[in-house]
């Protein structure tokens, strides 16, 4: 069943990314965080109503450092996403595996390899080659927009995938799910409430309803079905086989937003796929 909830964490977080782009670019980053965690923040009270009374003062805190970081690391994801193209920003998300990785193995224990140490370096060679425009000059003026909100919210979103494991394991996927996106939530209306896009907002609600709801759903059964996957998966396992979402966002950018790739970045995509789902292979 692990591994179930695992291909319902890739479909979401693909199909998902797809619809953040067009969310952010459309309504905004504050604006499409908003809505996508409000979705989850009412859809999920019920079941977490009777728990809240329970958790006990390091669960908070688990939730509460999880909650930060996960919404400054969203923000920059919205933001790369917004500026980028998805056949771009999808592979640098596969870095995720190797921080979450890190975390797990000088944190909990588990062990990385020097097969995984080499994998994680031909991933950062594939990284290297789609983020870039020309591949005879590299540097930081060819480097593709939105990289580098990319990097930051990849380092934000590895710290998180380790904080969900462990806060699932310590009160359940769904609580984790609830918590963070109930947070995310209220200090995204208090923004756009502070800075005067309070009436915006709700009227944009209105008129993106169909998409704000597409979001919503998608992503939040990916965020619920990878928390649930590491209750039976090592959260390293889970975490890079998960990763395989790239390939369909990337896919998807291609396909239907007809972003178009240099040469060696199409090198780099496929390399950075195959090293991410290698590695992911590593961790059975």
């Known amino acids: 069943m692990g591994l179930v909830y695992v291909g319902l964490a890739i479909v979401g977080w693909g199909v998902g990314d797809f619809l953040i782009q067009r969310s952010a670019r459309k309504l905004g980053d504050w604006e499409a965080l908003f809505f996508v965690t409000l979705f989850a923040t009412?859809?999920?009270?019920?079941?977490?109503?009777?728990?809240?009374?329970?958790?006990?003062?390091?669960?908070?805190?688990?939730?509460?450092?999880?909650?930060?970081?996960?919404?400054v690391a969203a923000l920059f994801d919205f933001e790369a996403l917004r500026i980028g193209k998805i056949s771009i920003i999808e592979p640098i998300y596969a870095m995720e595996v190797p921080i979450t990785i890190a975390l797990s193995t000088l944190l909990i224990g588990e062990v990385m390899t020097s097969t995984q140490l080499a994998l994680i370096a031909i991933l950062l060679l594939g990284i290297v080659l789609v983020s870039n425009k020309s591949f005879g000059t590299m540097r930081i003026k060819s480097i593709e927009r939105g990289v580098i909100a990319a990097v930051l919210a990849t380092i934000g979103l590895g710290i998180s995938n380790f904080l969900f494991g462990f806060a699932s394991r310590e009160t359940s996927p769904i609580m984790i799910n609830w918590f963070t996106s109930a947070f995310m939530a209220v200090a995204s209306i208090a923004y756009l409430l502070w800075v005067g896009e309070g009436k915006r907002t709700m009227r944009n609600l209105w008129k993106n309803k169909t998409l704000i709801l597409s979001v919503g759903f998608v992503d939040n059964m990916a965020w619920v079905a990878y928390a649930t996957s590491m209750l039976t998966?090592?959260?390293?396992?889970?975490?890079?086989?998960?990763?395989?979402?790239?390939?369909?966002?990337?896919?998807?950018?291609?396909?239907?937003?007809?972003?178009?790739?240099?040469?060696?970045?199409?090198?780099g995509l496929i390399i950075a796929l195959c090293a991410a789902v290698a590695l992911a292979l590593t961790m059975t």
């Open 233 to 267: 998966l090592p959260i390293g396992f889970a975490t890079g086989l998960s990763e395989s979402y790239i390939a369909l966002g990337a896919l998807l950018g291609v396909a239907i937003n007809k972003e178009r790739l240099s040469t060696h970045q199409v090198f």
């Open 42 to 71: 009412i859809v999920l009270f019920p079941f977490v109503y009777a728990a809240l009374s329970a958790l006990s003062g390091f669960e908070w805190l688990v939730l509460s450092l999880t909650s930060v970081i996960i919404l």
